[in-house]
């Protein structure tokens, strides 16, 4: 068993994660390349991650999520989803639209891949937007068997878009958190209505007692108490 640091947070390492896909850092390790994409018709690898991503921060993501959902009972695929929408925003942010963005999250590892599906067209005169489309001849580089017509995957380089996705993205999958812990408390209680559970009571409010139920607080008010 993996024993942490006192000062080990879960969501401050998802945070972290989201530093590493928005920003280059030096502290992020080197993403492992057994998560890439490959031709259909041929098996030839056509993307792989780019080196210099981050193995150790995607491993501590795996362990943080685990975490929350052990001790929050919130969902590591909600989560995931919200971490790969959070991307599909910030290129369109970056770019304007994001309709042929792919982004792709491997639950086991951690590794991402965030591309565009790319239409392959003769020259350059022929590519009307970028995003959309890929002269033959760099297709030719990440495909030797690309051909006009073809649609390719095409790395984007989400490390480009800077603080502000960063802090997007963060605002975005902290709000999540927060509104999948308070579902978490609201479900596990709303179960127990009418049930009779014991509490810890902690302060008088007027007339009123607050009492720690332990996963959250009640007020039990005047009229409901026995005297």
């Known amino acids: 068993e993996i024993q942490e640091p006192l000062n080990w947070n879960p969501v401050r390492e998802i945070t972290r994660y989201l530093e590493a896909l928005f920003q280059s850092t030096d502290n992020v390790g080197y993403v492992t390349e057994t998560y ?9 690898i056509i993307y792989k991650p780019t080196a210099g991503a981050f193995d150790r921060t995607a491993g501590q993501l ?11 009972d919130i969902s590591k695929d909600t989560l995931f989803d919200a971490i790969e929408n959070s991307l599909i925003t910030a290129c369109k942010n970056h770019f304007g639209k994001a309709d042929n963005v792919k982004v792709e999250i491997n639950r086991e590892t951690g590794d991402f891949l965030c591309y565009a599906e790319k239409t ?73 209505e009418k049930d009779v559970i014991t509490g810890v009571v902690q302060r008088n409010v007027g007339k009123n007692i607050s009492i720690n139920l332990g996963q959250a607080d009640a007020m039990l008010t005047e009229s409901e108490q026995v005297k």
């Open 36 to 44: 890439q994409i490959t031709d259909e018709k041929t098996s030839e």
């Open 62 to 72: 795996i362990e943080a999520l685990n975490i929350l959902e052990k001790e929050k």
């Open 120 to 192: 392959v067209v003769e020259t350059e005169e022929e590519v009307e937007d970028k995003l959309l489309q890929i002269t033959l001849a760099d297709a030719k580089e990440l495909s030797k068997k690309a051909e006009v017509g073809d649609i390719l995957n095409v790395e984007i380089k989400s490390k480009e878009f800077g603080r502000i996705a960063t802090q997007n993205a963060k605002n975005v999958i902290l709000q999540k958190i927060r509104e999948e812990e308070r579902s978490a408390v609201y479900n596990q209680y709303f179960e127990k």
